[in-house]
């Protein structure tokens, strides 16, 4: 992503690290199914709560990777690690559309809320398939616009960091699963279309699989 599209992510961010809101929009980890052993991330893992319950589900022989490109959202999600003492995290600092994690390492990415900040969505999408586990599942909550960007909202760093103005239709986003290789992805759940800045989006937690 440009600098200044990076930046405004990062200063709304570190603001929001040291307040008591919900960012999520919708029930991702609520559907993840992680079992004992499993090595997992959070892609945009904000103040880590996410994280903390992959791995408590994980266990001593699984471990859980916050990703995110705020200092003072891990910063905080490290703090809450060590207040529970819980070890086999890692928060790193990387962006989403170049994911500083190996091949094919994970059984499960979770993330929610965040994929639509990029406005380089496909190559997300290709990250997410290239750091899965032949196998491995993703769960993701994310909003979709009901009608295209107009470009000076999309253009708009500020507006994009607010969690709207990047948001791709629902048609754009099921094409960028489809060209990272995703093939069969299923809606567990889905919001009536609702006002956000100033486009209409709907929320919704989708699911699928990396084929063996
Ligand atoms: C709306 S918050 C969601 C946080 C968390 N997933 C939750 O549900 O509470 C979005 C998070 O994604 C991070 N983020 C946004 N764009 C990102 C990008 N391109 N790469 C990495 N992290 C990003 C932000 O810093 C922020 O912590």
């Known amino acids: 992503m440009s600098d200044n599209f990076t930046k405004a992510i990062s200063v709304r961010y570190d603001e929001l690290s040291g307040q008591e809101c919900c960012l999520s929009c919708g029930g991702a980890i609520n559907f993840a199914e992680i079992k004992p052993g ?3 991330a959070d892609l945009g893992s904000g103040k880590g709560f996410d994280v903390l319950k992959m791995v408590t589900l994980a266990g001593q022989e699984g471990f859980a990777w916050g990703v995110d490109v705020s200092e003072s959202m891990m910063e905080t999600a490290r703090e809450n690690a060590r207040k529970l ?3 086999n995290t890692s928060f790193i600092k990387s962006e989403l559309e170049n994911i500083d994690l190996p091949d094919d390492s994970l059984d499960l990415v979770l993330s929610n809320c965040t994929i639509n900040h990029s406005l380089n969505q496909g190559k997300v999408w290709k990250e997410i398939f290239r750091i899965l586990k032949p196998g491995g599942t993703f769960v ?9 960007v107009p470009d000076h ?3 708009d760093p500020e507006a994009v960091a607010e969690c709207w103005a990047g948001a791709e239709t629902k048609e754009k986003y099921f094409r960028n699963l489809k060209y990272a290789g995703f093939k ?7 919001s009536v279309p609702y006002e956000k ?3 209409k989006v709907s929320s919704f937690t989708i ?6």
């Open 38 to 40: 499993f090595h997992c």
């Open 85 to 87: 003492n819980l070890s």
């Open 140 to 148: 993701v909550s994310d909003i979709y616009a009901l009608e295209e």
């Open 153 to 155: 909202y999309r253009n």
């Open 184 to 190: 069969s992805i299923d809606i567990l759940e889905e």
């Open 197 to 199: 800045g100033k486009i």
């Open 207 to 212: 699911k699928g699989q990396k084929a063996l």
